[in-house]
């Protein structure tokens, strides 16, 4: 079995007048992340991971924003493309390791949903997307509500 793994990363500021979007699910909070897309975190850092993963670049590379055509663009439809691309190299995602590193709002009420979202968006099970929550202890930039951050592991095999 060939088999690969991929890490990622990203990390957005909370502004006002802006919807929070983490892991596909619009989550109540008085502030959103900024972004060109409706920067979703946890779907940017999972894309990242799985494109490393295949030797694809970035997502970035792929979803530039500099372009029009991903301004204000639903997150979800950038991780399907994503598994798109790597279908095309005929790899398939194995599963994923996440973590979202926020202060507030809290998330554990939201992982459930965020796991179905995911796993149908890779057609993988839904235990087979794992998303830990937790804060920084009020250290740093997450720590003062200053911007939310995601890592993420994947395996992808073909």
Not at 23 to 39: C, M, T, V, Y
Not at 55 to 78: A, M, N, V
């Amino acid at each position: 079995m060939d088999i690969r793994v991929g890490y990622g990363y990203d990390v957005h500021a909370l502004v006002s007048d802006r919807a929070l979007w983490i892991g596909g699910i619009r989550i109540q909070h008085e502030k959103g992340l900024l972004g060109h897309s409706d920067a979703d975190v946890l779907i940017h850092a999972i894309c990242d991971a799985l494109l490393g993963a295949a030797g694809l670049r970035d997502i970035g590379y792929h979803f530039p924003d500099t372009s029009d055509e991903f301004k204000g663009i639903d997150s979800k439809l950038l991780l399907k493309r994503t598994v798109e691309l790597l279908a095309e190299k005929s790899w398939r995602v194995g599963n994923v390791d996440a973590t979202v590193c926020a202060e507030r709002p809290k998330l554990n009420p939201h992982i459930p949903a965020m796991q179905d979202c995911l796993s149908g968006l890779m057609a993988i099970a839904p235990d087979a997307v794992s998303i830990k929550a937790t804060t920084s202890e009020k250290l740093g930039f997450t720590g003062r509500e200053e911007g939310i951050a995601a890592s993420a592991v994947v395996l992808i095999v073909r």
